[in-house]
């Protein structure tokens, strides 16, 4: 993981060509900061703390925090209960029933019954949301008592139920009229202060009925990571989460530092309805021109896992198919012959401006494949322009992003769907197709995991983009502060983490 400082020369160099698990440690950083609140500091100020009505990741790592989801996920991705104390699926998938748990109150002390929780996904559901889509599946809503919750369905999907689980699902107190900054909800906090672009401050929710293991938490805004790591050294933070080219600052000096691999992945997209990329043997060429190892070394610092299809290592059904496609420059050359460009072809390639790391990983691939013949024109462009031209428009050659994980398979392989609108891959394959369309109706869960992994297969083989890695994130913590974890739907659970007495 320490390579990154033999690729950095020709990332800086490129850069002006183009430019048109966890480890313990004996402590030696002082902690000032002896009080049982937790401060973290976090990159960017959240988008409000209303979590219908955003699409922010900062907000829905706060309020996850001030508010419940009838069910939550462990560090492996399993359901689990929280505001819904069980759950069933009915024998033809068409219907899930929640039972709420008794002890359920808002932090105002009204009791969250099925009737508010029935509320909660009407506002969900309704115009102001920004996942009216999301939960267009739902066409009924019962609540035979103030303890249940029927959820009717029109079709069979056994993704659904993974939908009640985000953050963006949770339940709120309807009755608000300002949630964004003033949030009710049924969480272990409440929300004591919120100065923009300084702080947020967390206390516990009295009326939650289970254990807090500190009186509360800060969130210090600060956009600058060598900030952070200066304010961690002088005790004034906790907790922070850097990039790898930061880890050198902080190993060997006592933090407790969490290595986990990220629910997501990265990956240098192909436009498979254009012409020379329509030809199986060009994007070939392209992976075997590209060494991923080296890209996340020079990129990430070696922070990452190398992928071979649109598959985040942290789910269970991955299968390892990185070296599907090895680096083999020669073979790409051969591959490029056969398909008729042996004196070369020009690509284009479109970089999101505001992502510097997209970028540097765009330059150092654009290098590789200049060396089997294949132009690279970079384009740096707007995030905007990336999300109407390229996203949806589909109007490019070659784009590098990063996609969110979701819990359920479905969610992340929907994109290869051949008549999708989220296919910007513009992909065709009737056998994804047919995988995809049984899966949704699969009460079995073992031959769920054979369609998902046929899937991979497919994908890793037929290369409708260059998949690179899952990347890691590296959390470091004060060398008495324990209990924190990542999970795959990228929400932070204070309300167990503690400082050491």
């Not at 589909?394 to 398979?409: A, I, K, S």
């Amino acid at each position: 993981m320490k390579k990154a400082f033999i690729f950095l020369t020709l990332l800086f160099a490129l850069s002006s060509v183009f430019a048109g698990g966890s480890s313990e440690k004996t402590a030696s950083a002082p902690v000032k900061n002896v009080s049982n609140i937790i401060t973290m500091a976090i990159p960017v100020d959240p988008d409000g703390l209303d979590p219908h009505v955003t699409a922010s990741a900062s907000t829905f790592q706060i309020t996850s925090n001030i508010y419940e989801s009838l069910i939550t996920v462990d560090e492996q991705g399993n359901l689990i209960p929280a505001l819904a104390e069980s759950w069933s699926v009915s024998d033809d998938g068409l219907e899930i029933t929640f039972r709420l748990r008794d002890n359920a109150l808002f932090s105002d002390g009204r009791k969250c019954t099925s009737a508010e929780v029935k509320a909660s996904f009407e506002r969900l559901r309704g115009e102001e949301s920004v996942r009216q889509n999301d939960y267009a599946f739902i066409t009924s809503i019962d609540t035979p008592d103030e303890r249940t919750v029927v959820f009717g369905m029109d079709s069979l999907n056994v993704a659904t139920l993974s939908s009640f689980a985000y953050p963006w699902a949770a339940v709120v107190d309807v009755t608000q009229d300002n949630l964004r900054a003033k949030p009710v909800g049924t969480g272990p906090y409440v929300l004591k202060s919120w100065t923009a672009q300084q702080s947020l401050v967390l206390d516990r929710n009295p009326n939650y009925p289970y254990e807090v293991r500190n009186n509360g938490v800060k969130f210090v805004i600060m956009p600058d990571l060598t900030a952070e790591i200066t304010a961690l050294n002088a005790g004034e933070v906790d907790l922070i989460l850097i990039t790898g080219d930061l880890a050198s600052a902080v190993e060997g000096r006592g933090y407790n530092i969490i290595e986990v691999a990220g629910n997501g992945l990265q990956l240098m997209a192909i436009n498979c309805a254009r012409e020379p990329l329509s030809d199986l043997r060009v994007r070939q060429a392209i992976n075997l021109a590209v060494n991923k190892d080296e890209v996340i070394d020079a990129v990430w610092w070696g922070y990452g896992r190398k992928i071979g299809s649109h598959f985040p290592v942290v789910l269970k059904e991955y299968v390892d198919l990185s070296d599907t496609y090895g680096y083999d420059p020669e073979r790409a050359k051969a591959l490029l012959k056969e398909a008729g460009y042996e004196n070369g072809l020009t690509l284009r390639l479109d970089l999101p401006k505001n992502y510097q790391e997209y970028v540097n990983a765009g330059l150092v691939i654009a290098a590789s494949l200049e060396n089997v013949g294949i132009h690279v024109d970079v384009n740096i462009v707007e995030w905007a322009y990336w999300l109407s031209e390229i996203y949806v428009g589909r109007n490019y050659d070659l784009t590098v992003v990063g996609h969110t994980g979701r819990l359920d398979p479905y969610a992340l392989l929907v994109k290869y769907v051949s008549t999708g609108s989220d296919n910007y891959f513009n992909y065709s394959n009737a056998r994804v197709d047919e995988l995809l369309g049984i899966y949704q109706s699969e009460l079995d869960e073992a031959k769920r995991v054979e369609y998902v992994q046929e899937i991979q297969r497919i994908l890793a083989q037929e290369v409708p983009a260059l998949y690179i890695q899952d990347p890691i994130q590296i959390f470091v913590a004060q060398k008495d502060v324990f209990g924190f974890a990542s999970y795959p739907i990228n929400i932070y659970q204070m309300k167990d983490v503690y400082r050491a007495r």
